[in-house]
């Protein structure tokens, strides 16, 4: 152990994990998907989701990640099941793949703090001039990517927690001053309304496939990282307590980023929000729309839209870090190199194939139309496309394969044994007899489903729902 480092303290990994969670997915990610369609409904499915079939999977993450205090394929090969490492392989893919356009959009991010303290409001209209000054940009993406992966240099309690700890308390509180000072706003109420009142006529198979596939990667699962981060965690903690936690925090940002963001919503709409004045989904929704809200509120409007991007990229950091960690452990683990050179050379090796997604929105032709799926009318970017090959198969198959594999590979009673570490009240209890359910049957058929809807309808054209 001495050697691989550790978490401090069982709060601290609690940080770390909810530090990975909590990033663009909740923050700009969640509240798109709810302005999107459904709404309140799409938040009632996502929490649900978050809860019994999301949390179960993070708990087996962890646990398969401290039994074997290994990164995701050499915890396959020390359980004893050398041909399941190939699942790890596709966890560290992802990391890879996602981390690659992650930091693009961060790069955006941290750009707009600029933006945003020089009052230039006009931005709203130039995003796309902006995301084509290609050299710029690359230039944030490179800083965020150099913080990155100093943070990560620094070991598991020296820098990834460390950073986590100081982080996360930062954006929470960030996160409810701004949400008091939405609150102020004319027609916040009417954001409220459409938020939080759920239309359950608005459910449908479409809504209760991305609030999965949302709660899924704002939980950070199917790649890994959470294997990774369980292997530094200590035998004395409570893996489903500590998990808990975890989804709570990462549930609780997402919640109050909704609470932050359809006030504003429901302010510049005058009320009407629903109405598609305004773009409330996908990046528009926090590059093109969120400033526009923050040139009318007047005085305060750089203050407020400069701290909202700076939240926004600790957001982001807490989550870059683990994304970097996963391809790291695997280096310095299973190829023996030691951890400051592996950090910047996989760091400098993922900087170097997200160019493509940096370039592909508008900069460069082919990259910006680099894909007609089957059926589609318009091209897909290659930041779209990666997206769609990682954050949305990818991830969904590995967590699906994960899963299976505990339950029915490696078995539910080793699986049991290692949660009962640190929890001695586990073995016969109720949850217990949930989590093996859920394990066995219900998880890997829901992401097993989530996978082939998405392979089938997003590169095939064929739409099942
Ligand atoms: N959960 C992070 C977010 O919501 C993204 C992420 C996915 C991080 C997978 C690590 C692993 O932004």
């Known amino acids: 152990m001495a050697t691989r480092g550790g978490f401090s303290s069982r709060l601290g990994f609690i940080a770390a994990a909810a530090g990975s969670a909590v990033g663009l997915g909740n923050i700009w990610g969640f509240p798109a998907e709810v302005g999107a ?33 290994k990164n995701p394929v050499g915890a396959f090969n020390a359980l004893g099941f050398r041909k399941w490492n190939f699942v790890g392989k596709i966890g560290i893919l992802s990391g890879f793949l996602i981390l690659s356009f992650y930091n693009v959009i961060a790069g955006w991010a941290f750009g707009y703090i600029f933006e945003m303290a020089t009052s230039n409001f006009a931005i709203a209209e130039q995003f796309s001039a902006f995301k084509m000054q290609v050299f710029k940009v690359g230039g944030y993406g490179l800083v965020f990517m150099v913080v990155t992966a100093y943070t990560v240099s620094k070991g598991i309690s020296g820098g990834i927690e460390k950073a986590a700890k100081f982080l996360m308390p930062a954006l929470i509180i960030m996160m409810l001053v701004l949400i008091g000072y939405s609150f102020t706003l004319e027609n916040s109420g009417a954001g409220l309304a459409f938020y939080l009142l759920p239309d359950f006529s608005k459910i449908n198979g479409v809504v209760m496939y991305n609030a999965l596939g949302q709660a899924f990667f704002s939980l950070s699962l199917g790649m890994g990282a959470l294997i990774t981060y369980g292997s530094y965690v200590s035998k004395k903690d409570n893996i489903i307590s ?6 709570l925090a990462d549930v609780g940002v997402a919640v109050l980023a909704g609470m932050l963001i359809f006030p504003l919503l429901g302010f510049i709409t005058e009320g009407n929000i629903g109405d598609g004045q305004m773009a409330t989904a996908g990046p528009d929704l926090i590059f093109v729309t969120l400033p526009k809200v923050f040139e009318q509120i007047g005085s305060f409007g750089a203050v407020v839209g400069a701290g909202f991007f700076v939240l926004l990229c600790f957001a982001a950091l807490t989550s870059t870090v683990s994304l970097l960690e996963v391809p790291v452990a695997y280096v310095v683990d ?20 997200g160019i493509p997604s940096l370039i592909g929105n508008g900069y460069s032709e082919f990259f910006t139309n680099f894909i007609t799926y089957i059926g589609a009318d318009s091209p897909t970017s290659f930041l779209g496309f990666i997206g769609s090959v990682a954050n949305d198969s990818l991830l969904p198959l590995g967590g699906c394969l994960i899963v299976f594999f505990a339950a ?30 859920t394990i066995s049957y219900v998880a890997p058929l829901a992401l097993g489903v989530i996978f082939i809807l998405t392979v089938l309808g997003t590169f095939f054209g064929i739409h099942l729902i």
């Open 37 to 69: 369609g459904g709404g309140g409904a799409f938040v009632l499915m996502y929490l649900i989701f978050c809860f019994i079939l999301c949390f179960p999977v993070m708990v087996t993450e962890i646990a398969i990640g401290r039994k074997t205090q």
């Open 242 to 247: 500590s998990a808990a936690l975890i989804t």
């Open 334 to 353: 299973e190829k023996g190199i030691k951890r400051n050179r592996a950090v910047w050379l996989v760091a400098g090796f993922i900087y170097l194939i």
């Open 408 to 437: 029915h590979v490696w078995k539910k009673h080793n699986l049991d044994a290692e949660l009962s570490v640190g929890n001695p009240s586990y073995e016969g209890s109720f949850l217990q007899k949930y989590l093996n359910f």
